[in-house]
């Protein structure tokens, strides 16, 4: 049994008993659901999904801030940041996507600042990195895979979308078609196995030799996690544009 975190027991405290009585229920609705049932009734809320809510409640918390202090004429530091990571993201859809990208950029902006702080959050003693586990990485893959096939079949109709994945011939349809539907399909492991397995790695690396030299060298592996962290929420907001740029592209 992993180590609860002190802010997993907190949750714990305040709502397990209602979160195990929902995935009981959950389980006795539906067999196929007996899976959800919590191994422990008193602890049923597990140390990445308490992450993943505290990951969720600094956005909103950061959100209403910025929000209370926007300013035209005065802006502050905070909105300065947030400014350059909109821009960031804005010119990332307009090159990736182009006409219309701008629409999707506020998937794409959550996507990068969500992972972002899921993959620097471990670095805070007593907390732990959520996108080491891969329910948390396929998650988030998962998000992605529906929100840019719903954009496709939003574009071009479900029939059209169907067409779009078999290619520009007809004759070729037949082959083309399974190949797409594999590739779609395969995206989900792209995305969430890459992120999980650089994070993990990242943090097994950082606990083995920062015991081993605590001088020195855990301060190397932070400023590693750091830089691996941020290019991998680029990676995981990078991908997906690239496939709603695919998604909703049209035959000329």
Not at 126 to 131: D, G
Not at 176 to 195: A, D, H, K, Q, T
Request: aromatic share 10%; hydrophobic share 55%.
């Amino acid at each position: 049994m992993e180590h609860q975190l002190w802010f997993t027991w907190v949750l714990n405290k305040l709502l397990g008993g209602v979160v195990a009585a929902l995935l009981g229920q959950l389980a006795l609705v539906n067999p196929w659901f007996e899976f959800v049932r919590p191994a422990d009734p008193a602890n049923p809320i597990p140390n990445y999904v308490a992450m993943e809510i505290l990951v969720v409640l600094i956005l909103v918390g950061a959100g209403l801030i910025l929000r209370s202090g926007l300013s035209v004429e005065n802006p502050g530091k905070f909105q300065h940041l947030m400014e350059v990571v909109v821009e960031f993201v804005q010119s990332t859809a307009d090159e990736i996507i182009g006409h219309g990208g701008r629409r999707y950029v506020p998937m794409l902006g959550t996507l990068f600042l969500f992972i972002a702080i899921c993959n620097l959050i471990g670095l805070i003693p007593s907390l732990a990195t959520p996108t080491a586990m891969i329910q948390v990485t396929l998650g988030s893959a998962v998000a992605a895979f529906l929100y840019y096939n719903f954009h496709g079949i939003r574009q071009h109709g479900i029939l059209g979308y169907l067409k779009h994945l078999c290619g520009p011939m007809l004759a070729i349809a037949v082959l083309m078609f399974p190949i797409e539907v594999i590739s779609n399909v395969g995206r989900l492991l792209s995305l969430s196995v890459r992120l999980y397995a650089n994070m993990l790695v990242g943090d097994i690396l950082e606990k083995v030799f920062g015991g081993m030299v605590p001088i020195l060298v855990p301060v190397i592996f932070m400023a590693l996690h750091i830089f691996v962290s941020l290019l991998q929420a680029y990676i995981f907001m990078l991908l997906p544009a690239i496939y709603i740029g695919m998604a909703v592209s049209e035959e000329h």
